[in-house]
């Protein structure tokens, strides 16, 4: 009988710390974070959010990883499989409005933005002893426009059709960041054309094996495309960005979006914002794009803010 009531204390006990256990498993939150491919400044960015999150949000892990960019977050968002996604601006809005590539779906709704990221160029590279000069030169050109369903590959076609260079007039290819850094390297291709925050890793480690120029577009040019898509504005990447380049290089961007689904809890929503922002000295030592990322234009974005993001942001006195 002694045996037999040890054997239930024991047991008792087992099954004590068993549920405790389970019972703290059940209660952390694990978050996925959909940044895009492996050679832009995303994905680093992506890994520092959940590097911070992890950290510093109580309960909460989160792991990113590289995706097929915008399109396909958006989708996954949507889907409820994945938590967190870094989006370019005229995709997410027409996501939410049922417009452009989201023209046969339902208006998503339930989309909501924590914050605006830094400037995305629109990069056009072609090997230094390319006889393309131009974007009009592109026509019956090999390009790389990016992965398919991805945003780069949206605004690299309308781009392209404001030049009269339409698809049927060149050979686009569906290619990723990386592959197109790959294609060109091989001679595969004539053109890149992605947008990726500057200095993107992958043009670097382009510059390090084949000597490249950037296409720049003609300011009458950049007017009638922001004109047309208010979304793409007039930029340039700064003198010494990259390697040979002591000139600035006209270009169109945009500003990214992380955004998650109205879904989210609003404390959440608040936690993850605060711990970017109280993190955000360690952030910027990761890339110097990063520095870029400002509360000023945090909350600039074509989508709704999340209330927790509202509640945040009015804290810092970036709303009223």
């Given amino acids: 009988m002694k045996r037999t009531r ?48 992890s950290k510093h ?20 968002l949507r889907k409820g499989q994945t ?40 990069q056009i590279i072609v090997p230094f002893d390319s006889p393309i000069k131009s974007v009009s030169d592109m026509k019956g050109k090999s390009i790389g426009v990016g992965a398919p369903g991805s945003g780069n590959e949206v605004m690299n076609r309308l781009i392209l059709n404001e030049f009269g260079v339409t698809y049927d007039k060149c050979r686009p290819k569906y290619l990723s960041a990386a592959e197109q850094v790959e294609a ?3 001679g595969n291709i004539d ?32 007017k009638q495309i922001n004109k047309k898509y208010p979304y793409y504005v007039p930029a340039e990447i700064p003198a010494n960005t990259y390697a040979d380049q002591p000139k600035p290089i006209k270009v169109l961007a945009w500003m990214g979006i992380i955004a998650v689904s109205d879904k989210m809890s609003d404390r959440l929503a608040y936690d993850i914002l605060k711990a970017f922002w109280d993190n955000k000295p360690s952030i910027d030592k990761i890339h110097v794009q990063y520095k870029d990322i ?27």
């Fill in 184 to 186: 060109l390297k091989d």
């Fill in 57 to 76: 949000v109580k309960d909460t892990e989160a792991m990113a990883y590289p995706s097929g960019a915008s399109i396909e977050n958006i989708r996954n």
């Fill in 294 to 320: 400002t509360l000023k234009n945090a909350a600039v974005v074509p989508l709704p803010l999340h209330n927790g993001a509202i509640k945040f942001y009015k804290e810092r006195g970036v709303l009223k």
């Fill in 191 to 222: 053109v890149i054309m992605f947008g990726l925050g500057s200095p993107a890793p992958g043009v670097m480690d382009l510059q390090t094996q084949r000597k490249i120029r950037f296409i720049e577009i003609e300011p009458r040019m950049m």
């Fill in 83 to 122: 938590d967190i996604v870094m989006l370019q601006p005229d995709v997410a809005y027409w996501a939410y409005t049922a417009t452009q590539q989201f023209a046969k779906e339902k208006p998503y709704q339930g989309l909501r933005a924590l914050m605006a990221m830094y400037p995305i160029h629109e």
């Fill in 6 to 53: 040890i054997a239930l204390v024991i047991f008792a006990i087992a099954l004590s710390f068993s549920l405790s256990i389970s019972s703290e498993l059940q209660a952390t939150t694990r978050l996925s974070i959909a940044t895009a491919g492996t050679a832009g400044t995303w994905y680093p960015l992506g890994g520092a959010l959940a590097n911070v999150i």
